[in-house]
């Protein structure tokens, strides 16, 4: 479980600067990278997204098992957001194994980043420091994070992948 949260804690962090995916995948385009130094990519062309991302870096990256991961993200949001917005999330173990599929409400998980919604129109920064469990089972961690307002209108949606070796 603890693993679980730190990588929702990652793409929440990423998110915010900024499962129940059926007939999602995860793409693989360098042209859909998330600025910076980090794993993230975005789900499809961003042109409509209420998040517009800066970039989020990562500090080890790739994220190593025992060590704490630095994030930093920075990015605006095109209107006020407000209580009611929320993320859909998955994380998938060797793309087989669902180990984590949730509805979480974005305003709730905005405080481990000691914000609060409304979240203003504008820009965002944001900085979070995790820590990894030293024991992670080795493979391909897939995590997909699709962020909606109040009113189910996009935020922004994103994907990461990370490889723990043994």
């Known amino acids: 479980m603890k693993l679980t949260t730190c990588f929702v804690s990652l793409v929440l962090s990423s998110l915010t600067t900024a499962s129940i995916f059926s007939g999602q995948t995860i793409l693989e385009d360098p042209e859909l990278s998330v600025p910076g130094d980090n794993p993230l990519t975005f789900c499809k062309a961003t042109t409509d997204d209420k998040l517009v991302i800066d970039y989020v870096n990562l500090v080890p ?3 190593e098992a025992g060590k704490v991961l630095k994030i930093e993200a920075a990015g605006n949001f095109t209107e006020e957001i407000a209580q009611g ?4 999330l998955s994380v998938k173990y060797n ?6 599929s949730s ?3 974005l305003c709730d998980q905005m405080k481990n980043v000691d914000k609060e919604c409304p979240l203003e129109k504008g820009k965002l920064n944001i900085t979070k420091e995790v820590e990894l469990p030293t024991r992670i ?11 909606y ?3 189910d209108q996009k935020l922004t949606c994103l994907t990461a992948k990370v490889t723990f070796k043994a």
């Open 149 to 151: 307002d109040n009113k």
């Open 61 to 63: 990256n790739p994220p």
């Open 103 to 105: 509805k979480e409400d």
């Open 137 to 147: 089972p080795p493979g391909t961690y897939d995590v997909l994070a699709d962020a």
């Open 95 to 100: 793309r087989l194994i669902t180990l984590f």
């Open 85 to 88: 917005a929320y993320v859909l």
